[in-house]
């Protein structure tokens, strides 16, 4: 981790951005700072279209199909508004599943309040969506099926290409939240049969407030932007663009896509470890979501008559989350451990944890040595 009086463990809220980042974004905003038809403005827009490539490359996609945004957030309304403000659109039903992230369903429950019909999947105890009822769910009527990769919570991995097979066999429009899905995998969005998809800079070591849309050029369903302005981002994004963040995001996928498969390896032995010490140390442990087709780095936990917020309050330099990092204003327990089916004590114990690659050895050690002494104090 670095930062040296913490260790730094909510990776699935923000991770740093890597040195090298910082270092390809730093000119961008001391000397290429211009967008214009001159000069300095073709140096910042061959940038951008450099930043285009390598995120593209990183999906398996044409840079084409890649548009810039201000994050997830922004990505996820310029989709599910895109497909459903158009006039031309015919269809009325969505399907989604109910742990996805606070944007998607905050977008659904607003159309839901304009007249969609909003359908939400079964899923089972871990979150995994259950692809018989999607299956007899699809009609000639689903405009949209939006599901996620990757659960911010608890690290659960949807079927994303049986669901894509299956959209594509139904001629419905497939959105994949993939958020929390890049950075240590490697990702054909192609081979998934995604139709439009998300990402943002900031969970996998780019800068904040930068995220894209992929929007594949197959997309029949008729689609009208969101916002409107100087065309930029070919109308689907217009405004002038954050150079530095794209420039910045460019870089970050570019080391995704160099480095995932060692990243993959040392976050599941380093979240592993963690998992094994702390039930060493604090006994009985109640892990949240299954520990098969999860996020190498996640882990979402209970200790029996312990408190997620009691335990969190108590260690202020160890920094984890007891609940999703995107609704930390909220005082309500977790949607998604909710529909997971846990109990009071297990929602009211949740920790989730999610570990980066800046996390060595000692601090996944000293971590679970100070949680479990402070789990034993408190039950003294
Ligand atoms: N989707 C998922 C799965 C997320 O985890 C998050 C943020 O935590 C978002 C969407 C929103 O991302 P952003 O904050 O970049 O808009």
Request: aromatic fraction near 6%.
């Amino acid at each position: 981790m670095r930062g040296e009086e913490v260790i730094y463990l909510d990776a699935h809220a923000s991770t740093a951005p890597d040195p090298l980042v910082i270092n390809t974004m730093m000119p961008f905003f001391t000397s290429h700072y211009a967008n214009g038809n001159h000069t300095m403005g073709w140096r910042s827009s061959s940038a951008i279209e450099r930043a285009r490539f390598h995120t593209s490359n990183l999906l398996g996609c044409y840079p084409s199909e890649i548009f810039f945004t201000s994050g997830a957030t922004e990505s996820i309304n310029i989709a599910l508004w895109g497909l459903t403000r158009s006039a031309a659109r015919k269809k009325n039903q969505i399907i989604s599943q109910p742990t996805e992230h606070p944007a998607v369903l905050n977008c659904l429950n607003e159309l839901a309040n304009q007249g969609f019909d909003i359908q939400f999947l079964k899923i089972d105890q871990s979150g995994v969506v259950d692809l018989d009822d999607l299956k007899s769910r699809l009609s000639d009527q689903t405009l949209l099926v939006a599901i996620m990769m990757v659960n911010n919570e608890v690290g659960t991995i949807q079927p994303i290409e049986e669901i894509g097979t299956l959209c594509e066999k139904a001629e419905t429009t497939f959105f994949c939240d993939l958020t929390q899905g890049i950075g240590w995998q490697s990702v054909n969005i192609k081979e998934l049969k995604v139709d439009l998809a998300c990402l943002s800079g900031h969970k996998f070591y780019g800068p904040r407030g930068v995220g894209a849309i992929y929007k594949s050029k197959l997309l029949k369903a008729p689609f009208k932007p969101l916002l409107f302005g100087g065309g930029q981002e070919r109308g689907i994004r217009p405004g002038t663009h954050n150079t530095p963040g794209i420039v910045g995001f460019g870089k970050a996928c570019e080391l995704a896509q160099e480095n995932y498969l060692s990243l993959c390896s040392r976050m599941t032995l380093l979240r592993d470890r963690l998992l094994a010490k702390i039930r060493k140390g604090a006994g009985e442990v109640f892990i949240h979501g299954s520990l098969v087709n999860r996020h190498p780095g996640n882990l979402n936990i209970s200790i029996p008559g312990i408190k997620g917020d009691e335990l969190q309050s108590a260690l202020s330099n160890i920094i984890f989350s007891t609940s999703s990092a995107c609704s930390s204003s909220s005082t309500q327990p977790s949607h998604v451990l909710q529909s997971l089916g846990l109990n009071k004590e297990k929602l009211d114990g949740a920790m989730r944890f999610g570990i980066c690659k800046y996390n060595t050895t000692e601090e996944i050690d000293l971590a679970a040595r100070l949680l479990c002494r402070k789990v034993q104090q408190i039950r003294s």
